[in-house]
């Protein structure tokens, strides 16, 4: 038995398994799947809002939106919401009729850490899909730490602290995808 296997057979008999980063995509497409009833999504006219770097992935601001004249022959019938990396891959599934008027709808999510999330509509024959919107929920009580630790000590002085201090404030510009 080799070092690798050592260590999984350690981590498996305290009951925590080890998953693959390739389970995550794989268990997102088979979400989506679900939700569009095996039909491929493409992309389309949906809209994710989301702000790419968050105080606290306890409550997420989220606004999803998909263009659609919302008539009788022609409406949007449902929106999906999908994540990465939370123990739930569908965050939220939201309803519309022709009566609602518009496919929008704000909401707070609650996301576990930084992953990518996914819109996808639904309407009669298409299904649609978003631009995946990168999400970075950062604990802003790291930076907080930082200063108050300044108060005590010179830290800017300090080429460690420097660094870590611009890589930070830097994060949310390195995660924004390109166009954005």
Do not use: W
Request: hydrophobic share 50%.
């Amino acid at each position: 038995m080799d070092r690798r296997q050592l260590i999984f057979a350690g981590v498996a008999l305290c009951g925590v398994a080890p998953r693959p980063a390739v389970a995550a995509a794989a268990e997102l497409e088979a979400a989506v799947r679900d939700f569009t009833g095996g039909a491929a999504p493409r992309d389309g006219r949906v809209r994710l809002d989301v702000a790419p770097l968050v105080e606290n992935g306890n409550t997420v601001p989220l606004t999803v939106s998909a263009e659609s004249p919302m008539t009788a022959a022609d409406h949007v019938s449902a929106i999906a919401v999908f994540n990465t990396r939370n123990p739930q891959r569908d965050v939220a599934i939201f309803h519309f009729t022709p009566r609602s008027g518009r496919a929008t709808v704000s909401t707070r999510i609650r996301l576990a850490t930084s992953q990518t999330l996914v819109a996808v509509a639904r309407k009669d024959s298409q299904v649609k899909i978003s631009t995946p919107a990168d999400l970075a929920a950062t604990a802003l009580g790291c930076i907080v730490a930082m200063f108050a630790a300044g108060l005590a000590e010179y830290n800017f002085g300090d080429s460690e602290f420097l660094m870590l201090f611009l890589v930070f404030m830097t994060l949310p510009y390195a995660a924004k995808p390109e166009g954005v």
